[in-house]
């Protein structure tokens, strides 16, 4: 089979900008998108606030500058100011260059962009289509793709990254439909495979899919991933499903209250109150309930998000889809009542460990998007900063993979990689084996709440590390039940159930490791950050028995100088 | 406070092609909690009793499009659809069926072959094509006002979930229809000052199987998902043809017919409309295909009668107007 030129895992947000440019850079590369579900299912569809971008259409006063400070402050300092910098400077370009393909963003009165503020930004500036940016921004691109003839691969499940040591070489899938595997040989390889946070499983906003697969494939393959203690709960997920009430609702100025009726936020950001940064929210959230200020209820206790004093109309002009989740997952219309919510593992800053172009150490393989670590999030990512990093680093990583890949010269993938994948595939299936895979991702979710979650000790995630290996242990012992070769869902499964165990130890020794807190990361017997010791990445290998190692590698900084962090 | 608790049958529709000569369906007993979706209801059945229960999800929040299936005979998101709200339409008290949708071929349960949706958004360009060149993309965004933005912003809903398309009555005649999703998706570009393809799209959509063909049955409008005026999208596309004199062909004498028709005795006079589209050579080529229809019972009665409460229909054809 005559090589790709450039296969794309992911067609989420990051896979199809990269997928665009790419064949815009040259339109004669042979190049495959590939994905486990239907492009315009992938989870960047489920973004709703919107994307940032210092177009100072609202604030004329609003800089690219200043985008970059809150993005490294944001970060806890932890951010790569290189690539923080260029994440800024290309957000006007990238913005703009989606609205001119056609993306709906809502619009001021004079006709351009419209901006609303967003959590621990200074000034208005984050671009929207209503509540459902991501849908729109997603379906643009699926849309340019469509224009420009690419080639998906829709429902094939990546199995394994293949590469000598120093070249891509291409990828292992599976097709879904037909149960088919097949070794697709790519000079060059970009995954952009999304996030982790779904390990929480009921307590995270993720879709079902969101479970690290590319950034464990990486893992497996010897690549580096970076900062994965760092996990972002987002404040407001609904109190029963976990699902996404978007900083969108509080941006438009909804209110924080406990069950006093105080908009308890002033005790802990009396400036910016509700808009405040996640990390900063959700850890207020927490201590109000352990203070007993929560609300009580057979699915925990929980937080009032008010939107009653905003009115109908604002509501249904902006927040239509908010509206609708209230009213489908939890029986609120929040014109009425205010909205049950409590925080929600949402959103993954680390990932594989990639340069600003989204280059990995194995020329030809790249990595962008929620999969990826640049690092511009550092410990804590700010809201609309995400959309953002698709495309800024989708675009980059397509265009140096396009210049680039005509000058690889890939070396076959071993036959050994596919036979290897048939025979772990089948062995899941052997009568001998007693785990039952929903027992067994119940569990990790729930050890990963209780022990790696928002507040976590030594002691929590000695716990947390403990139980992990025990599900490992136990995986080995899963069976998947359905032996069928045509779309064996329970098959995919209990492969992402994998991944989610293998990043969850990352997570986990990752958290125990960092004694300080940062950003996302709060350790109780570490409540202050330690500049001194951990101001660094954490970087993490598997070696070949799968053991995970951990080092450290040093933060790039620039113009902005260390300070303390407050709001 | 506890939650009230029910037990509820799922009646399911199953086929696997790798085993399975024939679909079947089977019955799953469990009980449910209010609140429950039916989304979160089979995902207990996969969990606990069958795991070779096969279905796409994804969001679980209503956004990504996934989990469209038909619920008591209705194609619906299972993730939006809550168990409580579905027991009034159980034909068999407390027995909800789930089935894959219509107008799809079956890979396996309620898992469909989606691969002809993303061809006609190919064939209809579905895609704004820029004014601006390629070299000065991301310079500058356009102005647009608030007012066209309203225009096409209801379509941009969209997320494809294929709801409409399984309900969509002509869909089931006609495999090659634009289907309702294509005409909402084509009204949103061309209505976008952005694009500069609608030439070239309303030229495809005047052909056979576009926008013409479409019989104002109403259903997708019904289980549009996403709730989108879907009809006026329809007749948005059908008055842009009107206003660019589309008139050499088919379709639009059709649809003058059909309008026609409907003010006159409120249903369609079939037997003639191929008169009057067709013009009289056209309608003696179809005779082969006339003689089929008769052959399978199907041939359009020649006396219509008007239905009863015309007058309703002539004033519901006024506010249209
Ligand atoms: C509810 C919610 C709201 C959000 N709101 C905002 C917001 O307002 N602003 C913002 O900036 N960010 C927001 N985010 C974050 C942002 O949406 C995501 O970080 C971003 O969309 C991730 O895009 P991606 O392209 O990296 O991955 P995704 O969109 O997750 O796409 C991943 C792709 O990889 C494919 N894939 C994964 N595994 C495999 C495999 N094994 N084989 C084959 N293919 C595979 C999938 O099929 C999919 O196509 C939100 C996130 C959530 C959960
Ligand atoms: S109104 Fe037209 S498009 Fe809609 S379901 Fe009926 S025939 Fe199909
Ligand atoms: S028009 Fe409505 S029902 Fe049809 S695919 Fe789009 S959202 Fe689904
Ligand atoms: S799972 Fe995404 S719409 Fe239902």
Redesign the interface.
């Known amino acids: 089979m005559q090589p790709y030129d450039i296969i794309i895992v992911g067609a989420g947000g990051g896979g199809m900008y990269a997928a665009m440019e790419a064949l815009?850079t040259n339109p004669k590369l042979k190049i495959a998108v590939v994905s486990k579900?239907?492009p315009?299912?992938?989870?960047t569809?489920?973004a709703q606030g919107g994307v940032n971008a210092a177009?100072a259409n609202r604030h004329k006063d609003d800089t690219i500058d200043l985008h970059i400070f809150d993005t490294i402050k944001g970060s806890d300092y932890l951010a790569d100011q290189d690539a923080a910098t260029i994440l800024c400077e290309m957000a006007p370009?990238?913005v703009?260059?989606l609205?001119?393909?056609?993306a709906?963003?809502?619009?001021l009165?004079?006709?351009?962009?419209a901006q609303r503020p967003f959590g621990g930004a200074q000034k208005y500036r984050c671009c929207y289509?209503?509540d459902?940016t991501g849908?729109?921004i997603l379906?643009?691109l699926f849309?340019?793709c469509?224009?420009q003839g690419v080639h998906f691969l829709?429902e094939y499940y990546l199995l394994s990254l293949e590469h000598d040591g120093q070249k891509a070489q291409g990828v292992v899938v599976m097709n879904m439909?037909t149960g088919k595997i097949e070794a697709l040989p790519a000079r060059s390889v970009i995954l952009a495979t999304g996030g982790y946070a779904k390990m929480y499983w009921q307590k995270s906003s993720n879709?079902?899919?969101s479970t690290g697969d590319g950034i464990a494939a990486a893992l497996r393959a010897g690549l580096a991933v970076e900062d994965m203690e760092f996990v972002q709960f987002h404040p407001t997920g609904l109190r029963?499903?976990g699902?996404?009430i978007s900083e969108g609702a509080r941006g438009e100025g909804g209110y924080l209250v406990n069950n006093k009726g105080e908009r308890f936020m002033k005790t802990y950001a009396p400036e910016k109150m509700e808009l405040g940064p996640r990390d900063l929210v959700s850890r207020s959230i927490e201590i109000e309930i352990n203070e007993g200020r929560g609300f009580d209820?057979?699915a925990g206790q929980y937080m009032h998000l008010d939107l009653r004093h905003l009115g109908a109309d604002l509501i249904l002009e902006r927040l239509p889809?908010i509206r609708?989740?209230a009213i489908?997952?939890e029986?609120v219309d929040p014109i009425k009542e205010p909205i049950p919510i409590r925080p929600t593992a949402h959103y993954s800053m680390g990932g594989i460990d990639a340069n600003n172009d989204g280059a990995t150490a194995i020329q030809g393989i790249y990595a962008v998007g929620e999969c990826s670590c640049i690092s511009v999030h550092g410990a804590n990512r700010l809201g609309g900063n995400s959309l953002l990093d698709i495309l800024v680093f989708g675009k980059l990583a397509g265009r140096h993979a396009a210049q680039l890949a005509p000058s690889l010269n890939p070396g076959a993938i071993s036959t050994s990689a596919v036979e290897k994948s048939l025979k772990e595939i089948e062995g899941y299936s052997h009568h001998d084996r007693t785990e039952r895979?929903?027992e067994l991702r119940d569990e990790l979710g729930k050890t990963l709440g209780a022990n790696a979650g928002i507040y976590r000790t030594k002691k929590k995630l000695e716990k947390g590390v403990e139980d992990i290996m025990a599900i490992k242990e136990r995986f080995k012992n899963v069976r998947?039940?359905?032996s069928?070769?045509?779309?064996?869902?329970?098959l995919f499964q209990v492969l992402e159930l994998k991944n989610m165990i293998a990043l969850a130890e990352t997570v986990a020794r990752g958290a125990l490791a960092r004694e300080e807190s940062r950003g996302s990361h709060s350790r109780e017997d570490f409540p202050v950050r330690d500049d001194e010791k951990w101001h660094k990445h954490s970087i993490f290998h598997m070696n070949e028995k799968g053991d995970i190692t951990l080092s450290t590698k040093p933060v790039t900084m620039g113009k902005y100088p260390l300070q303390a962090r407050t709001y | 406070?506890?939650?009230e608790k029910k037990d509820i049958y799922f009646k399911i529709f199953r086929f696997?092609?790798?085993?399975d000569q024939h679909p079947f369906y089977d019955d799953f007993k469990i009980s449910v909690e209010k609140?429950v979706?039916i989304l979160r209801a089979i995902n207990y059945i996969?969990?606990?009793v069958d795991?070779?229960l096969?279905?796409?999800?994804?969001?679980?929040?209503?956004?990504?499009?996934?989990c469209s299936m038909r619920v008591n005979g209705v194609s619906k998101l299972a993730c939006?659809t809550?168990v409580w709200d579905e027991l009034p339409n159980c034909k068999e008290t407390d027995v909800i069926t789930i089935e894959p949708m219509n107008n799809f071929e079956i890979?396996?349960d309620m898992?469909v072959e989606?691969?002809p949706v993303?061809s006609k958004?190919?064939k209809y360009i579905?895609?704004?094509?820029?004014k601006?060149k390629?070299q000065d993309?991301?310079?500058?965004?356009?102005?647009?006002?608030?007012a066209e933005?309203k225009v096409?912003?209801a379509a941009?809903?969209?997320?494809?979930c294929g709801a409409c398309y399984s309900e969509c009555s002509m869909m089931t005649s006609s495999r090659e229809y634009i289907s309702p999703l294509g005409l909402l998706k084509a009204y949103r570009?061309v209505k976008?000052s952005?694009?500069t393809r609608s030439n070239d799209r309303m030229k495809v959509l005047n052909e056979d199987h576009g926008m013409w063909d479409c019989t104002h049955c109403y259903r997708c409008v019904e289980a549009c998902v996403k709730k989108i005026p879907i009809m006026d999208a329809i007749q948005g596309v059908r008055n842009e043809a009107f206003l660019r004199g589309m008139k050499n062909s088919e379709g639009y004498r059709h649809a003058y017919a059909f309008t026609q028709d409907i003010k006159s005795v409120g249903r369609l006079k079939e037997s003639t409309i191929a008169v009057r589209t067709k013009g009289i050579f056209g309608a003696i080529s179809m005779l082969p295909f006339a003689l089929k229809m008769l052959g399978r019972n199907r041939m359009p009665k020649v006396f219509v009668h008007t239905i009863p409460g015309i007058k309703h229909v002539k004033r519901i054809f006024q506010k249209i107007k």
């Open positions: 815009q579900v239907y315009t299912r992938s989870h569809s489920a177009l370009y990238v703009r260059e609205e001119n393909l056609g709906p963003f809502s619009r009165e004079d006709g351009t962009i289509c209503a459902r849908h729109t379906t643009t849309e340019q469509l224009r829709s439909q879709a079902a899919g029963k499903s699902l996404l209820s057979d889809q609708m989740l489908d997952f029986g895979y929903g998947v039940n359905d069928s070769a045509v779309f064996n869902t329970n | 406070m506890t939650e696997n092609p790798e085993v609140g979706t996969k969990d606990h795991s070779t096969t279905y796409r999800f994804y969001c679980q929040a209503g956004i990504c499009g996934s939006t809550q890979i396996r898992v989606y691969t993303i958004l190919e579905s895609w704004v094509t820029p601006i390629q993309l991301g310079k500058k965004e356009h102005i647009i006002s608030e933005f096409y912003d941009t809903d969209c997320i494809l570009m976008d952005r694009d």
